[in-house]
Nanobody, 123 residues
C-alpha cells in the first residue's frame, strides 16, 4: 500500500498550489482521507479531512476559507487546493488514510501515510 503525494513547491505569499495524493495497492473509497503538515521544529498538525463519500469535510481554523479538500474515489486520489497562501503555511504536507470512514483529526486515527511533499511560501 502506498500513498504518493505531489504538487508541492515554492510559491509567493498570496499564491496557490494544488497538492495531490494517489493511492495504490488498495482502494480507500471507504476511508476518510486527510492532509496534515509539519513545519520545521514543530509537531505534525491536522489540516483537512474528507469523509469516505466526500459529503463531509473539516478544516483546521488556520486554513478554513483558503484550502479545499476533494477526492475522486474512482481514481483513488485526494487533493488539496491551497489558495491565498501565507508564509506560515510553509511545511511538509502529508496525505493519510484514516482507519475510519468518518471525519477524524488526530494522527492516531490514520494508518497509512504518504511520504510528504514540501510547500514553501515566501513573503
Amino acid at each position: 500500500v502506498q500513498l504518493q503525494a505531489s504538487g508541492g513547491g515554492l510559491v509567493q505569499a498570496g499564491g496557490s498550489l494544488r497538492l495531490s495524493c494517489a493511492a495504490s495497492g488498495r482502494t480507500f473509497s471507504r476511508n476518510a482521507m486527510g492532509w496534515f503538515r509539519q513545519a520545521s521544529g514543530k509537531e505534525r498538525e491536522f489540516v483537512a479531512v474528507i469523509s469516505w463519500s466526500g459529503g463531509s469535510k473539516y478544516y483546521a481554523d488556520s486554513v478554513k476559507g483558503r484550502f479545499t479538500i476533494s477526492r475522486d474515489n474512482a481514481k483513488n486520489t485526494v487533493s488539496l487546493q491551497m489558495n491565498s497562501l501565507k508564509p506560515e503555511d510553509t511545511a511538509v504536507y502529508y496525505c493519510a488514510a484514516s482507519k475510519l470512514a468518518v471525519i477524524a483529526t488526530t494522527p492516531t486515527n490514520y494508518h497509512y501515510w504518504g511520504q510528504g511533499t514540501e510547500v514553501t511560501v515566501s513573503s
